[in-house]
């Protein structure tokens, strides 16, 4: 299971690893508090090292495959994550919905203490004018493909 398919299951491995050093190193050696949209992102890429170590130990396709699915899954949450920062998607999560009008000031507090402190649609940080989710998008989505077509791609015959 060299070549393409050995190439394949190393980016599945290396991919997910990279993502998460990035995205404990930021928040434990950079500052940024993670919102609840970055912690799905995270997940994501955690199953995906669980599915890659996997391929490794059986040596089957299949764990390289869904390895590159939970990669892509990452991608796309960090598409609507970084869709949501720039306010062309509407989050659906407490660390981006208004307060509800009416209630008690007691249920305002309620609601503030019980939500996330950092919002889901603030940019904490960007590079080039991508933040990071959107850069985990372009890199997991575009990772993914490549994973995919490494490990679907046919052997060359002599």
Not at 11 to 25: H, S, T, W
Not at 130 to 157: D, E, F, K
Request: proline fraction near 3%.
């Amino acid at each position: 299971m060299g070549g393409s398919l050995g190439l394949a299951r190393a980016l599945a491995l290396l991919v997910p690893a990279v993502a998460l050093a990035a995205a404990f190193g930021s928040q434990y050696l950079g500052g940024l508090v993670p919102c609840e949209m970055c912690w799905w992102q995270r997940y994501a890429h955690m199953a995906a090292l669980v599915l890659a170590l996997l391929a490794f130990a059986v040596r089957d396709r299949t764990f390289v495959l869904l390895a590159a699915l939970a990669i892509a899954v990452s991608g796309a949450i960090g598409f609507y994550h970084a869709g949501v920062e720039l306010h062309y998607f509407k989050g659906f999560t407490q660390c981006t919905a208004p307060a509800a009008a009416g209630g008690s000031t007691e249920d305002f507090l309620k609601a503030i203490m019980s939500g996330s402190m950092v919002r889901c649609d603030d940019i904490q940080w960007s590079f080039l004018g991508i933040s990071m989710a959107g850069w985990n998008a372009i890199l997991s989505l575009g990772s993914a493909l490549v994973i995919l077509w490494l490990s679907l791609r046919r052997p060359r015959t002599a």
